[in-house]
């Protein structure tokens, strides 16, 4: 099964982009096998899915973020990435990144988790 | 948007107990549901998927049921390591993902 690790960031300041990414080991991120998604959950709360990516590069967004999230993959790298522009405090999070087996929409496995915090 | 509504939000239960969660969803999602454990600082865990099966490896105390709008999670007897945040989590209207809120289960 594949693992992954999310990297970037602890600190945005408003107004700016937050940029995350995550590594995919123990497999290809050009498989065709997975959705690869990122899923964000403020201190204390529940879980939000912010969208998602598969290996053609074909996105699919919330909603609610869609105009600010910008999801993309690079498969040199074996890696997938988030920015989401015009961050306030209301994207402090801990931002997840996961998998979903095509085929299947239940999210396994997920990374460790990485906080961002939005602050000046 | 399809509207997740877990319950409780949070209980206290005994070892041994029986523990049951409920999730109903705001229209027929047929079993297009999943549940999850999180425990504390960690990433959430995927223990059930289409409403009733059980992911490989998770214990068979845990199991879920229902269909159509209402959902039920249930421990049959709880362990201490069971002490964690259990989240539903529908797909009918891919390819959105909706999670509900939330029932943060400790020991009494």
């Known amino acids: 099964q594949v693992q992954l690790q999310e990297s970037g960031p602890g600190l945005v300041k408003p107004s700016q982009t937050l940029s995350l990414t995550c590594t995919v080991s123990?497999?290809?991120?050009?498989?065709?096998?997975?959705?690869w998604s990122w899923i964000r959950q403020p201190a204390g709360k529940g879980l939000e899915w912010i969208g998602r990516i598969y290996t053609s590069g074909s996105t699919n967004y919330n909603p609610s973020l869609k105009s600010r999230v910008t999801i993309s993959v690079d498969t040199s790298k074996n890696q997938f990435s988030l920015k989401l522009s015009s961050v306030t405090a209301a994207d402090t999070a801990v931002y997840y990144c996961?998998?979903?087996?095509?085929?299947?929409?239940?999210?396994?496995?997920w990374g460790q988790g990485t906080l961002v915090t939005v602050s000046s | 948007d399809i509207q997740m509504t877990q319950s409780p939000s949070s209980l206290s239960a005994s070892v041994g107990d029986r523990v049951t969660i409920t999730c109903q969803a705001s229209?027929?999602?047929?079993?297009?549901l999943n549940w999850y454990q999180q425990k504390p600082g960690k990433a959430p865990k995927l223990l059930i998927y289409d409403a009733s099966n059980l992911e490989t490896g998770v214990p068979s105390r845990f199991s879920g049921s229902g269909s159509g709008t209402d959902f039920t999670f249930t421990i049959s007897s709880l362990q201490p390591e069971d002490i964690a945040t259990y989240y539903c989590?529908?797909?009918?209207?891919?390819?959105?993902?909706?999670f509900g809120q939330g029932t943060k289960l400790e020991i009494k």
């Open positions: 123990g497999g290809s991120i050009s498989s065709g096998s997975y959705y």
């Open positions: 229209q027929d999602i047929s079993n297009y």
């Open positions: 989590q529908q797909y009918d209207n891919l390819p959105m993902y909706t």
């Open positions: 996961a998998s979903l087996a095509v085929g299947e929409h239940w999210f396994d496995p």
